[in-house]
């Protein structure tokens, strides 16, 4: 492990607490250049909050304990880092709203993402990312043109 990787001190007893894993995952993917994931996070300059960094116990009381196992903890802000009031349990559904990939759209003085507009006209998202990405379609265009079915 890097030398820059700090090491926890303290003996809390909670390693069995699935947030305790998650932890070490934030810690890896943001510290370990080694980490697979490191790519996406630590070296695009995400980072976690040095009293996160080398305690569990004050990670955990900040972000609380996973009130269901089908949450993960998920940054609010995709620009700062894994800190106190950036964080929170969220579905995977609410977290893929939350990418930086997301592409966002206006549609008739509304904002909203591909995905969202694509349900709302009751359209297939692939074929509304396919007109607008591209074949270079207005959002307009790219919603009123009917499907073309193929027999």
Same mark, same amino acid.
């Given at each position: 492990?890097? !030398?820059?990787? $700090?090491?926890?001190?303290?003996?809390? *007893?909670? #390693?069995?607490? $699935?947030?305790?894993?998650?932890?070490l995952q934030?810690?890896?993917?943001?510290l370990n $250049?080694?980490?697979? #994931?490191?790519?996406?996070? *630590?070296? #695009? *300059?995400? !980072?976690?909050?040095?009293?996160?960094?080398?305690?569990?116990?004050?990670?955990? !009381?900040?972000?609380? /304990? #996973?009130?269901?196992?089908?949450? &993960?903890?998920?940054?609010?802000?995709?620009?700062?880092?894994?800190?106190?009031?950036?964080?929170? &349990? %969220? !579905?995977?559904?609410?977290?893929?709203?939350?990418?930086?990939?997301?592409? &966002?759209?206006?549609? /008739?003085?509304?904002?909203?993402?591909? +995905? =969202?507009?694509?349900?709302?006209?009751?359209?297939?998202? %692939?074929?509304?990312?396919?007109?607008?990405? =591209?074949? *270079?379609?207005? +959002?307009?265009?790219?919603?009123?043109? $009917?499907?073309?079915?193929?027999?």
């Amino acid at each position: 492990m890097p !030398t820059n990787y $700090p090491k926890t001190q303290e003996r809390h *007893g909670l #390693r069995d607490l $699935p947030e305790y894993e998650i932890w070490l995952q934030i810690k890896q993917r943001c510290l370990n $250049p080694k980490n697979k #994931r490191y790519v996406y996070y *630590g070296a #695009r *300059g995400v !980072t976690i909050c040095a009293e996160w960094q080398v305690s569990f116990q004050t990670f955990l !009381t900040h972000v609380g /304990r #996973r009130p269901h196992k089908k949450l &993960w903890l998920d940054r609010l802000d995709n620009s700062k880092g894994y800190e106190p009031g950036n964080v929170e &349990w %969220r !579905t995977i559904k609410e977290q893929q709203r939350n990418k930086r990939n997301n592409l &966002w759209l206006e549609y /008739r003085g509304e904002t909203l993402l591909l +995905v =969202d507009l694509a349900e709302r006209v009751g359209m297939d998202r %692939r074929l509304l990312r396919q007109r607008i990405i =591209d074949n *270079g379609w207005s +959002v307009e265009k790219a919603v009123s043109k $009917p499907s073309q079915r193929r027999s």
